[in-house]
């Protein structure tokens, strides 16, 4: 028996997950949902999706519904996922798990209430460069961990959807649509948490008024140190994690992954979105956690919301 999916918001990341769940045989998409009516009917039409409407309370209340894909605007993710947890219905949520920290605790703490599953959809952790980074760090490949050093550059020349130039519902420009990941990443591979966190931002973009260039420092649980240099107003793309371990380094961009200098094979047989919602629909299948819960996401959201304040404030925060 597949899981059968709610998507909650038609919207322009919906169609990675459509993709993932068309591409899967353990799940089935049953309603697309979104407020645009004629946008629902269209993706209905398009993916041979069963169900389509304006009315969320019409797939939580469908017996047939076991999870929902919630696609939404940021300030959305916190209402609709109580709604589900409410309703019984386990979910996946896109990232970021919501504006801030507390609204983060309280989808976590309904969800166990209920007794479902919560995920996050942190689909950097699927990017095979990313998993295999994860794995050479878990076999100690270089070392206890001293540093890591991470830098994102690129130029956003105008975003693509309304809600995303509002700071009311998306929240921010960068920690929550990219700081959402690379924080997330880096604790994950590190499998660490922080101690200090302390950070400057800077809204510099037309855009939006939302962060555009920043610095993230971390002092970790273990002792190593962390930082993340980004800007959005660089027309030179650049994504690269450096590791830095007792005995060797690891360097870490998208798609490859170098250990002392020496190019790593990947396996990148599935994409990210498909590996993700598999792992996900596998673990409700066979009643286990779910990848990348709500809970383990609370440091994230934790994280982002001291850097903020420590920019605010010029003083580092304990975690």
Known sequence: MPINLALIGCGQIASAHIKAANTLANTELLFAIDSDLERARQTAIDHNIPHYSTDYAQALASPEVDAVLLCLPHDLHHPFALQAAAAGKHALVEKPMALDATEAQEMATAAAAAAVQLSIGQSSRCIPAYQQTKMLLAQNAIGPLLNIIHQRTFWIDQLSTDWRRDQSACGDLYLPRFGSHDIDALLWQADDTPKRVWGSVRATSDVSQGDSDGFIGLELASGALASLAY??????????????GETGQLVLTRNAVELNGNPVEIDSGEEAF????????????????????????????????????????GQTQHF
């Open 231 to 244: 800007s959005t107003r660089c027309k030179r793309n650049r994504t690269e994690t450096l590791f830095i």
């Open 274 to 313: 498909t590996r993700q919602l598999r792992l996900f629909a596998e673990a409700l299948l066979e009643n286990r956690e779910v990848p990348v819960s709500g809970r383990e996401v609370l440091k994230v959201m934790r994280t982002l919301d001291l850097v903020k304040k420590a920019s605010e404030t």
